[in-house]
C-alpha cells in the first residue's frame, strides 16, 4: 500500500510530507485539495505546508483525512508525535496561565504573590505609590510579560510601565522573567514624559539614549550592537524601519522589555513598513507592552497586529481579518462577545470615570464679533463655497475627489473665520491633496477680495486676537498659566508676535520645535526643544505663562496639569480625538481635589466656528458614552475629520442664518 510519513518541524512550524508523494499528487482531486486549502509548496519527492496562525492538530487532522480519502496510508514520525505531545501540554500551561491572568485582571489576586509585589514596589519605586486600578494594572503586566493597556489619556500608563519593569528589574538573575532595559517605541513627544516620569518614580535621572533624526543611521547601529547601551532606548515609529536587524541583535543579546507607546500606529494590517518592522522584532522581546487609549479606531481589525504583537506564536484573538472587518460593520455582532472573551486575559483599561478626577469646567463659548474687513471676507468666501456645494452636489463625501474638494473649502473658510492673513498662502501647506484642481477649487479669484485680503494685516487685527488677549491678561493676573490652542502655524506665530508686542511673553510649540536628544544633555544645550519648553512651563518661576501650542503635533504624550489649568481653543477643526486628546493635556490624574480646570472656546459669530463646536460637542459626547461602556471602544469614525454629518451640518447652518431656501 502506498504510504505518506508525516513530520513537522517546530521551529519553522511546518509540517513536512515524504513518501510516495508523485501517487497522491496524480489525483486531481487531492492535488486541487492540497493547493486550494493546504499549500502551493508542493515538489516530487515532499510537500511543505506551513502552519501560520493554525494550530499544528489542525494541519494534522486535515493531512489525515486527506490520505485516508484517497487510499494512502499514513505514517507519524516519532518526532512528529513528540512535537504534538509538547505542544499539548505547552497549550495546557498556557490557557492555565491565561486564566490565571484573567483572574488579576479581574481583581481575583493570590494575597501573597500580590503582597510580594507590593513589597517590591514600595522598596525600589520610592517616588511614587500607585493607586489602586494602576497598582492592579501593573501587577497583571508583571505577571503576564506580555499584555495591552487600553486605558484613557491621562490614567497613568507610564507609571503602570515603570511598576512593572521595576517588579521584573529586581527579581532574581536565574529568574526567567528577569528583564534589565527598556525599548520604548513611540512619537517623538513621549519620549520627554518618559524620562521625566522616570525621575518622578525613582528619584534619579535615567540612563537614557534617543535613537532619533539627529544620530546618524551608523551611530544607531553602533549603539544597538554595543555592550554598554542605556537602561533606556527610545526610538520613533519612523526610525525603526531602518535598524530592525540592528534591533533584532540588541534584544536578543540583553533582557528588554519593549513598549509601544501610542500603539494604535501599527494598526496597518496591509503591508504597512512601520506595522511589519514592529512585528519582525516581537519574538525576540522578552516582555511586550501595548499602549493605546485608542485601540480600535476604525474597526476591530485594528487589534490584530496588537495583540499579534504581545503573543506573536499565539492565535489568542481567534478571528481572522477578514472576520475582523465584518463584525466592525455588523451593529450587535454576536461574535464581539467572544472576541472580548478571547482576548480579556491579555488587556486592561481604566476608564475616565474610574480616575475620580475632579470635573472640568466647560465655559460658555465666548462670541466675537468679526471686524469690517474679516466680515466682508468670511462672507465672500462662505457664499461662495457652501453654494458651490449645494449646487453641485459635492456633499457626497463617499467620493473621494469630492471630499478632498470639500474639505479644501473647509480649511479656506476656517482660515477666514480665524485669521484672514492665512488665506494669502498656498492651500498645499495646511492640506494634502492629490488633484491640482483642489488647489484652484480652494484658491480666492475675485479681484477685490484679494486685494482686501493682501492689505487685511494694514487695515485691521482679528478680533479673536484681541479677545484672547484680554482673556489671557485676566488668567495671568489672577497669578494662572494657559495653553492656547491653534491649529494652524502661521496662527501661533502671529498670534505669538501679537502678545508678545502686548507685553505677554508666550512660547510657541509645533511640530518645527526640535526634539532634544536627552533630557539630561538638553540641559546643556541652549537650543529650545519641547521638552525644555515643557519643563520650563512647570516650574514657579516660569520667564513665560503662556504656551501656544498645536494639537496635532503635540495631543499626544505630554502632560502640563501640573502647573496649567487653563486651555483657550482658538482654532479647532472638527477632528474630535484630536480635540479630547488636547484637553487631557491639563486635566490628568493626579490634580487635586480643590484644582479647578477651565476650558474656553473662542468662536467668531455667525461662522463655521459655532459650527464646529456644536458638532465637537455631539461627537465627544458620543466618545465619551463610548469610552465608558464598551470594553474596546469602537468609535465609528466618530472621532475623525469632516465627515457627511459635519457637511449636512455647515449647510444647515449657512442656510438658517441667510434663510436661503
Not at 502655524?489 to 536628544?517: F, M
Request: charged share 30%; with cysteine.
Amino acid at each position: 500500500m502506498n504510504s505518506i510519513s508525516i513530520d513537522y518541524n517546530k521551529d519553522d512550524k511546518i509540517v513536512v510530507l515524504r513518501g510516495d508523494i508523485k501517487i497522491l499528487i496524480s489525483n486531481r482531486f487531492a492535488l486541487r485539495y492540497i493547493k486550494d486549502y493546504l499549500t502551493k509548496d508542493i515538489h516530487d519527492d515532499y510537500i511543505k505546508i506551513s502552519i501560520g496562525e493554525k494550530y499544528p492538530q489542525e494541519v494534522f487532522s486535515a493531512v489525515t483525512e486527506m490520505l485516508k480519502k484517497y487510499g494512502i496510508e499514513e505514517r507519524v514520525n516519532i518526532g512528529a508525535e513528540k512535537a504534538l505531545s509538547d505542544f499539548q501540554i505547552e497549550e495546557n500551561k498556557f490557557r492555565e496561565f491565561s486564566m490565571k491572568a484573567l483572574e488579576i485582571r479581574n481583581n481575583n489576586c493570590n494575597h501573597d504573590e500580590f503582597r510580594e509585589f507590593t513589597i517590591s514596589l514600595e522598596k525600589n519605586m520610592k517616588n511614587r505609590s500607585l493607586y489602586e486600578l494602576q497598582l492592579l494594572s501593573a501587577y497583571h503586566l508583571a505577571f503576564s510579560q506580555n499584555a495591552c493597556n487600553f486605558s484613557v489619556p491621562g490614567s497613568g500608563k507610564t507609571s503602570i510601565v515603570y511598576g512593572a519593569y521595576t517588579y521584573l528589574k529586581n527579581l532574581s538573575d536565574d529568574n526567567i522573567k528577569k528583564v534589565d532595559k527598556l525599548l520604548i517605541i513611540g512619537p517623538l513627544s513621549s519620549f520627554g514624559p518618559w524620562e521625566l516620569e522616570y525621575e518622578e518614580c525613582f528619584g534619579s535621572k535615567p540612563s537614557v539614549k534617543r535613537l532619533i533624526s539627529g544620530v546618524n543611521k551608523q551611530e544607531k547601529i553602533d549603539y544597538l550592537y554595543s555592550r554598554y547601551s542605556s537602561e533606556i532606548t527610545l526610538i520613533s515609529y519612523a526610525s525603526l524601519a531602518a535598524v530592525t536587524d540592528a534591533i533584532s541583535w540588541f534584544l536578543k543579546a540583553n533582557k528588554v522589555m519593549v513598549v509601544l507607546d501610542e500603539a494604535h500606529k501599527i494598526k496597518n494590517t496591509t503591508g504597512g513598513i512601520t506595522a511589519q518592522s514592529v512585528m519582525d522584532i516581537a519574538q525576540y522581546c522578552k516582555s511586550r507592552v501595548v499602549l493605546t487609549g485608542t485601540p480600535a479606531p476604525n474597526g476591530y481589525e485594528d487589534l490584530y497586529n496588537l495583540f499579534k504583537f504581545i503573543w506573536p506564536n499565539k492565535n489568542i484573538m481567534q478571528f481572522k481579518l477578514n472576520q475582523l472587518k465584518d463584525m466592525s460593520v455588523r451593529k450587535n455582532d454576536l461574535r464581539v462577545h467572544k472576541l472580548v472573551e478571547a482576548i480579556a486575559p491579555y488587556f486592561i483599561r481604566i476608564k475616565k470615570s474610574d480616575l475620580n478626577i475632579p470635573p472640568a469646567i466647560t465655559n460658555p463659548p465666548i462670541l466675537v464679533e468679526m471686524g469690517e474687513y474679516q466680515r466682508r471676507i468670511y462672507d465672500f468666501i462662505e457664499k461662495k463655497y457652501i453654494d458651490s456645494i449645494i449646487e453641485n452636489n459635492e456633499n457626497d463625501l463617499s467620493n473621494k475627489f469630492k471630499a478632498q474638494l470639500v474639505g479644501a473649502k473647509m480649511i479656506r473658510l476656517m482660515q477666514a473665520a480665524s485669521n484672514p492673513n492665512l488665506l494669502k498662502l498656498p492651500l498645499a501647506n495646511f492640506y494634502k491633496y492629490e488633484d491640482i484642481s483642489v488647489e484652484e477649487a480652494g484658491n480666492i479669484n475675485d479681484t477685490d477680495i484679494l486685494k482686501e485680503i493682501i492689505e487685511y494685516k494694514n487695515n485691521e487685527i482679528p478680533k479673536k486676537f484681541v479677545k484672547t488677549k484680554e482673556l489671557v491678561d485676566r488668567i495671568l493676573a489672577e497669578g494662572g498659566k494657559v495653553v492656547i490652542w491653534a491649529c494652524f502655524v502661521q496662527t501661533i506665530l502671529e498670534l505669538k508676535h501679537y502678545l508678545d508686542s502686548n507685553g505677554i511673553s508666550c512660547q510657541e510649540l509645533y511640530g518645527a520645535i526640535p526634539v532634544g536628544k536627552s533630557l539630561e544633555e538638553d540641559d546643556e544645550s541652549l537650543e529650545l526643544t519641547r521638552e525644555k519648553i515643557v519643563a520650563l512651563f512647570q516650574e514657579k518661576d516660569c520667564p513665560f505663562k503662556v504656551i501656544i501650542a498645536n494639537p496635532f503635533a503635540v495631543a499626544e504624550s505630554i502632560s502640563l496639569h501640573k502647573a496649567c489649568h487653563n486651555a483657550i481653543y482658538f482654532e479647532r477643526t472638527f477632528n474630535a480625538a484630536h480635540f479630547m486628546q488636547s484637553k487631557d493635556r491639563i486635566h490628568r490624574y493626579g490634580l487635586a481635589k480643590d484644582v479647578k480646570t477651565n476650558y474656553y472656546y473662542i468662536l467668531s459669530q455667525d461662522s463655521v466656528d459655532e459650527v464646529i463646536d456644536d458638532r465637537l460637542a455631539i461627537k465627544e459626547s458620543r466618545m465619551m458614552k463610548i469610552m465608558e461602556t464598551m470594553p474596546i471602544p469602537l468609535f465609528d469614525n466618530v472621532s475623525g475629520d469632516f465627515g457627511d454629518e459635519d457637511m449636512k451640518a455647515m449647510i444647515k447652518n449657512y442656510v438658517a442664518r441667510t434663510k436661503k431656501i
